[in-house]
């Protein structure tokens, strides 16, 4: 059965802290970038309060996540419709009587008591600070972060023994961040290095231009079903692409599809934003949007899903991965919008320019395959935090929809090369090495870059780049269709760390799963191709192959592959994958890992074959 490990470094305590509460989360540490200034002006303060239901049968998502997508499986490819995961995942009667009582029994008037539309959440009206101190044995401070930010926290909470089996965390509490610094750039340097907080994670740098290619793949062989077929791109405003740069790699690359435009679906207000325009927040949309509509071509439309009004996206919140979340499943958002107020999206947004429209919750088309370049550090967010989002990319598996996240940037360190000390404080310079979220997630694909090494081909074997992200989860445990390979890994080549470098304990999460080429990449950004660098290059690339074999498999009358990570870790895909055996990819102060024969928390399971790929996937029922 899968379960969740949790390491030292998260902070997290279950002991009692009195007898009549437990602690149900902490955090030893202040988040990277904040300091705690003061006590609130007011105890009266208002607090939107929310409790996040325990869900039914969640312990059973990763046997029925693989049942679906396991290719031995006589269940393989018949994905659950959006109801049953709802009546399925639905937190019990029990658990909303339990939670509701326990506040009446504290004080809470009944009337004031609401369960979301989604039945996930318990929410409170008018809630103030005071009652949440009394009511969560706590103190709340304002945290302001180095750019200017301020937010409502606190360092841990408790509540009753008998609540606790009932809920997974209650916000606001522990989980907030905040702005990062506006992204510079000049005539030869693009730099992305904001606070800990979600960003692009490509390293772009203005190289000679690029002499290794890809080449469109062979999907005019392919019989198509473009129509029952999906892709989408996720872009955070103000990350937003250019059209002219599109046009201009279009014609080197896929003349047909000069003058093509991806789809927009807006979520909470978010646009292609024309008001800032600079390298830094149009490449990254560039180079995923004009990758991805290369590869599959003018007869596969795109989706792009731009989430975040300007005044929200200009603040870069740590998760708005929960926002487009919310938007794709209504069981998963609250009723009035956002998930933890201190950290995701709120709409109506009242600042100058926001979004004025109620907060996008299960109104958005699902796609089969959806491509995220971005990524924050693990230690960012609390372990209850990653697991419920996780949760929610798991429940999505079972509905058919392929997530794949870039593994980042940074070798075994986290964002801005940032490691973490034992108490969870991260910081340039500490031991412990530092893998991303939600690529460490089970039940999503992450993936890294390799390159083609020097004066070689792209026909001769490849290495893997040395930015690219990997290692092993602090928090998420080893699922059951990485076993054996992680345990080849550990008995064939142990890596020479101990515990006091990375979880060692060869029971985590490895990532990342498979990776392509991410170095010398050509894009086209203010008029100018450039080459660049970065796992950002992996997940529309990947995401391209996984959406023409979803194609063929619709077009044969078949269901799109879903949640791929059973299958390629499968004997039966053995030979899908070149595999990568050398380079490295170091941080925190180490040489990292090494890229070995068989899997490897570098390169993962190595580069993909497509053709490979689309006979297997196509062989299956």
């Known amino acids: 059965m ?12 279950l002991v009692s802290a009195s007898p009549s509460f437990s602690v149900h989360e902490q955090r030893a540490n202040i988040a990277h970038g904040w300091a705690r200034v003061h006590r609130p002006a007011t105890p009266s303060a208002i607090l939107p309060l929310k409790i996040g239901l325990k869900q039914s049968n969640i312990d059973k998502l990763h046997d029925h996540l693989l049942d679906v997508s396991h290719p031995d499986s ?3 490819g018949k994905h659950w419709t959006p109801e049953e995961v709802k009546a399925y995942f639905r937190p019990s009667d029990e658990s909303v009587d339990v939670v509701r009582e326990w506040l009446v029994e504290a004080g809470v008037d009944r009337g004031r008591i609401e369960l979301s539309k989604g039945e996930h959440w318990v929410q409170v009206k008018d809630f103030t600070v005071a009652e949440a101190e009394r009511i969560l044995n706590t103190e709340y401070h304002v945290y302001q972060h180095a750019h200017g930010d301020t937010r409502l926290g606190c360092s841990s909470y408790s509540v009753p023994p008998h609540v606790q089996p009932h809920i997974e965390l209650i916000t606001p509490t522990l989980h907030f961040n905040g702005r990062p610094p506006r992204l510079t750039s000049d005539s030869n340097l693009i730099s992305l290095n904001p606070t800990p907080m979600i960003y692009p994670t490509a390293t772009y740098e203005s190289l000679r231009p690029a002499t290794v290619r890809f080449t469109t793949s062979p ?24 059209g002219s740069d599109l046009d201009l790699f279009f014609a080197n690359f896929s003349p047909s599809l000069v003058g093509i435009r991806p789809e927009l679906i807006s979520i909470d207000g978010g646009v292609v934003q024309t008001e800032e325009m600079d390298f830094g927040v149009n490449i990254e949309s560039n180079f995923d949007i004009g990758y991805a509509m290369t590869l599959v071509g003018p007869g596969q439309p795109l989706r792009l899903y731009q989430v975040e009004d300007i005044p929200e996206g200009s603040a870069q919140l740590l998760s708005p991965f929960n926002d487009l979340l919310d938007a794709l499943d209504g069981s998963y958002c609250t009723e009035d919008g956002g998930d933890d107020p201190s950290v995701d999206g709120t709409y109506p947004d009242p600042a100058p320019g926001g979004y004025t429209g109620l907060k996008d919750c299960g109104n958005k088309q699902r796609s089969n395959v959806i491509s995220v370049s971005y990524a924050s550090n693990e230690a960012d967010l609390t372990p209850f935090y990653e697991i419920r989002q996780c949760n929610e990319y798991g429940k999505l598996g079972l509905m058919g929809t392929t997530f794949i996240f870039a593994s980042g940037d940074s070798g075994v360190s986290g964002n801005d090369e940032l490691c973490v000390f034992p108490n969870g404080t991260q910081s340039v310079g500490a031991p412990l090495f530092n893998p991303l979220f939600p690529a460490n997630c089970p039940y999503v694909t992450g993936v890294g870059a390799t390159q083609v090494n020097p004066g070689s081909t792209v026909f001769d074997p490849e290495s893997a780049a040395s930015l ?17 390979v992680v345990e080849e890994f550990y008995k ?36 100018r191709a450039i080459a660049v660098a970065g796992t950002s290059a992996a997940p529309p690339v990947i995401g391209a192959m996984i959406t023409l074999i979803n194609d063929a498999r619709l077009a044969a009358g078949k269901s799109p592959v879903g949640f791929i990570n059973p299958a390629i870790y499968s004997d039966a895909f053995k030979g899908a994958f070149r595999d990568i055996v050398s380079g490295n990819n170091p941080g925190c102060g180490t040489d990292g890992f090494e890229s070995v024969e068989g899997w490897d928390p570098v390169s993962g399971l190595g580069t993909p074959n497509f053709e490979k790929l689309l006979e297997l996937w196509t062989a299956l029922p």
């Open 2 to 13: 899968f379960a969740v490990a949790f390491a030292l470094v998260t902070g997290l305590s």
């Open 74 to 76: 006589e269940n393989y």
């Open 219 to 242: 999907r005019s062989q392919l019989i198509r079903a473009a129509s029952q077929n999906s892709f989408a791109i996720v872009e955070y405003t103000p990350q937003a692409y250019i």
């Open 468 to 484: 690219t992200g990997g290692g092993f989860s602090n928090i998420f445990a080893l699922p059951d269709y990485q076993k054996k």
């Open 492 to 527: 064939f080549h142990a890596p020479p760390y101990g515990s006091d470098r990375y979880n060692n304990s060869q029971r985590a999460r490895g990532i990342p799963d498979f990776s392509v080429n991410g170095v010398n990449c050509t894009v086209v950004a203010e008029g």
